[in-house]
């Protein structure tokens, strides 16, 4: 199958979610349980690097309770690892913390939904196709061609509908001004 012939399934199956009550709410289905598969594991993550970030902190206190340390000390050695740790374990953390933020807000609800979709005919055509080509990437996180089989399978991105509704509104915004 070619490239454009995927490509213009793909904008099929998305117009016809938007056609399909029943679609969208398996849209919101899956969209809602990938939602909820990432925030498992970036809480899980961040619980991770916090109790790391605990030990590393109370294995420099205890390396530092003894007064200074020179630089022919061998705990210098271990020192300089655990702040490095540590740096690069408070960076993840804030980086965990955003994503999960971000994914938080990024709930989506039925309403959202089906106003995105259902505004997809009118917002496609009026892109261009480097803009087209970003509302796809947006909207699909993957895509799996059998081709022994003939068959395709789309993977959404969980926030991409409520990304998709919000330019939505930013695009009526736009025409209305």
């Keep these: 199958m070619a490239a454009g012939e995927i490509e213009r399934f793909i ?24 939602g909820s598969v990432r925030l498992n594991e970036l809480e899980s993550e961040l619980n991770a690097l916090e109790r790391d970030l605990g030990h590393w902190n109370t294995d420099v206190r205890k390396l530092t309770v003894n ?8 705990a210098m050695a271990r020192l300089a690892d655990l702040q490095e740790r540590i740096r690069v374990g408070e960076f993840r953390v804030n980086k965990v913390r955003d994503a999960i933020g971000a994914l938080e807000k990024g709930q989506v609800s039925r309403e959202e939904v089906a106003q995105a979709l259902a505004a997809f005919d009118p917002v496609w055509e009026s892109l261009t196709p480097q803009e087209q080509a970003r509302l796809v ?29 919000q330019e939505n509104i930013n695009h009526h915004q736009e025409k209305s001004a």
Excluded: C, M, N
């Design 11 to 34: 904008v099929d199956q998305i117009r016809a979610i938007g056609k399909d009550p029943g679609l969208v709410a398996e849209t919101l289905s899956q969209a809602g349980q990938q």
């Design 67 to 74: 007064g200074s340390l020179d630089e022919t000390d061998p």
């Design 137 to 165: 990437q947006l909207l699909i996180e993957r895509v799996d061609y059998d081709g022994a089989r003939g068959k395709i399978a789309i993977t959404f991105h969980a926030t991409g509908i409520k990304t998709l509704a």
